[in-house]
């Protein structure tokens, strides 16, 4: 875990939480001033003179409910508010900050608990980190046009905010800036902003309604984790770069339109986004990483990059309403677990630029009936039809037919498994196959049935009579499998049968007769 001084009594901790890095902190009252040669008295003001000649309020030293900051202290005009002045002030209601201010501390009123109105100044320019950590009672502020930064965690726990504008030329929204700020609504980032931090908005359990800056680049690791309110997000196409757990428990997230130019969805984007029904993954993306789409429950349609090479392990485990799925042309690996448990998929074609499948990849998937896998596959995990816990394959599984090629990785993993398979490239019979034969004893007659011989023309049936093969039709459709004798046939009497097809303009008669059936009229 990593910690950093921000200022005296701020240490910044760090929370894990699915996987991401959260900032946290805890600010500790601050003592009083011990007087030195630069440390001056006024009033309720404790203060520093500063080089340039000008005064910065290092401590509030009063006991106002309401407090008006003075332009000057001593004739000198008051330019700073050090970190911390008025920090633990919990009776504090109230604070106007004068016109000449252009730089408010880490922490300036931090845990002023009472806080519901602060007035700021356009002469502000930069406003440090946690200033307004733990105003619990502040709902609404304005950031004036004037301030370019704002540091981390600055309206950390703020709960009761509803409203906040933001300066139109704020560089950046930095980590935990909004972090359990549960009353807020809305939030517009101005076009200025080029980046959110890791957790800025993690916890704003009412936030409902996000616009993103047209200029944004990056959005940072769990920026918007946990925006339980958080229904329809567009990112604009300025932006590269979205972390893990960016939009991840967005529990009633509908819709998001993803920014044109990212090329990864990071780990956990969307995890347990449980209203997510579809998403079109943009064109520049190479790699879907793990646990990106899990437990996104009523997952229904995904479109893939044309250009994806990777999708993660479990990126799309428990998408229980996922039903169809169309692979990329360019896709690669298919990693453990990655479609584990998405119960209404029925078949999967794997395209021939894949080369591995991980462990459990279709795992738990129990309607799969078909797969095909190509002979680019090299690598095959354990267990690929069942969960990872399972020693073997299943009865899960044997309803699955694996379609591969022969002496592939799939073919050799499907013999070895006990799967039913076919082989794509086998020889395809040009004669029907699987002929059976059913008797009417009422009628005296033969009905006879066999499997579709591919791209069949018609069928024809000969019998062999006195001692030669003689034609009884060729007028069968390709359509029907199926041929009934006329009635009447005298019982007792024996016949020999062949089944023939014609396929590609030609009647394969030799093996259809090596293939004859003898039948005895009932």
């Known amino acids: 875990m990593n910690s950093k001084k921000i200022i005296s009594g701020l240490l910044a901790l760090t929370l894990v939480f699915g996987g991401a890095i959260i900032p946290g902190y805890t600010v500790t009252s601050f003592s009083a001033v011990t007087a030195s040669a630069a440390t001056l008295k006024s009033g309720d003001f404790i203060y520093d003179l500063l080089e340039d000649g000008t005064a910065e309020i290092v401590r509030y030293a009063g006991s106002d409910v309401n407090i008006e900051i003075p332009s000057e202290l001593d004739e000198v005009s008051v330019t700073k508010i050090k970190s911390g002045a008025f920090s633990g002030f919990s009776k504090i209601e109230s604070v106007v900050i004068p016109d000449g201010i252009v730089s408010i501390g880490d922490a300036v009123f931090n845990q002023c608990s009472a806080l519901t109105d602060v007035e ?61 700020c549960s009353a ?107 646990k990106a789409f899990s437990a996104c429950e009523v997952l229904e349609s995904v479109t893939f990059s044309s250009n994806l090479e990777l999708i993660g392990a479990s990126a799309f485990e428990d998408c229980s309403n996922l039903a169809g799925i169309t692979f990329p042309k360019k896709l690669k690996t298919i990693s453990e677990s990655a479609f584990n448990a998405c119960i209404l998929i029925k078949t999967a074609v794997i395209p021939d630029s894949v080369e591995s499948i991980g462990k459990s990849a279709f795992g738990g998937c129990s309607d799969l009936e078909s797969i095909t896998i190509p002979a680019s596959v090299t690598e095959i995990g354990d267990n690929i039809f069942t969960d990872s816990n399972s020693l073997t394959q299943t009865a899960a599984s044997s309803k699955v037919t694996v379609y591969c090629y022969t002496n592939s990785a799939a073919h050799k993993y499907a013999v070895t498994n006990k799967l039913t398979y076919q082989l794509l490239d086998a020889a395809k019979p040009t004669y029907p196959t699987n002929i059976k034969v059913d008797y009417s004893e009422e009628y005296h007659q033969i009905r006879f049935t066999w ?3 591919e791209n069949a023309q018609q069928y024809g049936i000969a019998v062999y009579l006195a001692g030669k093969w003689r034609i009884q039709t060729q007028k069968i459709p390709y359509t029907t499998v199926s041929y009934t004798t006329p009635k009447n046939l005298t019982p007792g009497k024996t016949y020999k049968v062949a089944i023939a097809a014609k396929v590609d303009g030609k009647w394969d008669t030799s093996i259809a007769i090596k293939n004859a059936v003898t039948v005895t009229v009932k």
């Not at 905010?161 to 929204?173: H, I, K, M, P, Y």
């Not at 979205?242 to 009633?252: E, L, P």
């Not at 044109?260 to 579809?278: G, R, Y």
């Open 120 to 180: 700021i100044p356009d002469s502000v320019v930069s406003i440090g980190g946690v200033a307004f950590g733990g105003c619990k009672a502040l709902t609404s502020i304005v950031i004036p046009d004037s301030v370019v930064s704002m540091g981390t965690a600055v309206f950390l726990d703020c709960s009761s905010l509803e409203s906040v504008t933001l300066s139109n030329n704020l560089e950046a929204v930095k980590d935990s800036t909004f972090i359990r």
């Open 184 to 290: 807020l609504k809305d939030i517009v980032i101005p076009d200025s902003v080029i980046s959110i931090g890791d957790a800025a908005f993690v916890y704003c359990s009412n936030l409902e309604s996000v616009t993103l800056s047209a200029n944004l680049e990056s959005i940072g690791q769990s920026a918007f984790a946990f925006c339980e309110s958080l229904s329809k997000v567009t990112v604009p196409n300025s932006v590269t770069a979205i972390g893990k757990n960016a939009f991840s428990d967005c529990s009633a997230l509908v819709s998001i339109t993803l920014s044109k130019n990212i090329k990864s969805i990071e780990e956990s984007t969307f995890e347990n986004c449980k209203m997510l029904k579809s998403i079109v993954i943009p064109d520049a993306v190479e790699s879907i990483n793990d």
């Open 451 to 453: 499997d579709k011989v």
